[in-house]
């Protein structure tokens, strides 16, 4: 049973930073891409970032570009999302997913994901 177990979500002022971990565990996280993506009240789910195994593919939606960087540490299994600069329209159910498959901005494509973690910023 493969989990993906998001952290570090809270209540942030506006122009704040948080960072969000995703731990997988059940299997290796060897090959796998991993995403996040995050779900506002009354909205769709939107995609924010996605890292593949290697590193070589990096890619963020607009809303998010050179505010947010996503990393991962093989070692530990581990995903990171920073968020800087965080706005109040930033505020959502923050989810990460893996895939076998490269990068993709579908939430539904990816093969495991996890339950979410609440982010919400204040003005």
Do not use: H
């Not at 109040?88 to 996890?114: K, L, Q």
Request: a positive charge; hydrophobic letters at 30%.
């Amino acid at each position: 049973q493969v989990q993906l177990v998001e952290s570090g979500g809270g209540l942030v002022q506006a122009g704040g930073s948080l960072r969000l971990s995703c731990a997988v565990a059940g299997r290796t996280f060897n090959g796998y891409t991993m995403g996040w993506f995050r779900q506002a009240p009354g909205k769709g789910r939107e995609f924010v970032a996605c890292i593949s195994w290697s590193d070589s593919d990096l890619y963020y939606a607009d809303s998010v570009k050179g505010r947010f960087t996503i990393s991962r540490d093989n070692a530990k299994n581990t995903v990171y999302l920073q968020m800087n600069s965080l706005k109040p329209e930033d505020t959502a159910v923050y989810a990460c997913a893996a895939r076998s498959f490269g990068c993709y901005n579908d939430y539904y494509s990816y093969d495991y994901r996890g339950q979410g973690t609440q982010v919400t910023v204040s003005s």
